[in-house]
């Protein structure tokens, strides 16, 4: 029978499914995480809970100035794109407009 273990990578709570002879390591644990504020510990199989002010860092992180670059690239090429797809209507009606000015079919 297989069954769920509970462990820590880098301060965040995760489980993994094992099998019933597995033996456990000493980062991990068969107690169910409750209440628990990441970033967490397992201590002598128990869990530790991180403080408040640990985990509120844990989720303020200020992105890199590479990360801040690349956000502005991507809504630089988002905008981009908007525009393009905004002139192709735009000259798709235009060419209808003159296509039908010329006596052409209508839809």
Do not use: R, W
């Given at each position: 029978m297989n069954e769920i273990i509970y462990f820590v990578d880098q301060g965040l709570i995760r489980q993994k499914i094992t099998t019933a002879d597995y033996q456990l390591k000493?980062?991990?644990?068969?107690?169910?995480?409750?209440?628990?504020?990441?970033?967490a510990k397992i201590i002598n199989g128990k869990w530790i809970s991180a403080t408040a002010e640990e985990?509120?860092?844990?989720?303020?992180?200020?992105?890199s100035p590479m990360h801040q670059q690349l956000a502005a690239l991507a809504?630089?090429?988002?905008?981009?794109?908007?525009?393009?797809?905004?002139?192709?209507?735009q000259n798709a009606q235009m060419a209808y407009q003159l296509m039908t000015a010329q006596g052409g079919t209508t839809a």
């Open positions: 000493d980062c991990e644990t068969e107690i169910v995480p409750e209440n628990i504020l990441e970033p985990h509120s860092s844990l989720f303020n992180l200020k992105p809504y630089q090429q988002m905008t981009a794109q908007q525009t393009i797809t905004n002139l192709q209507a």
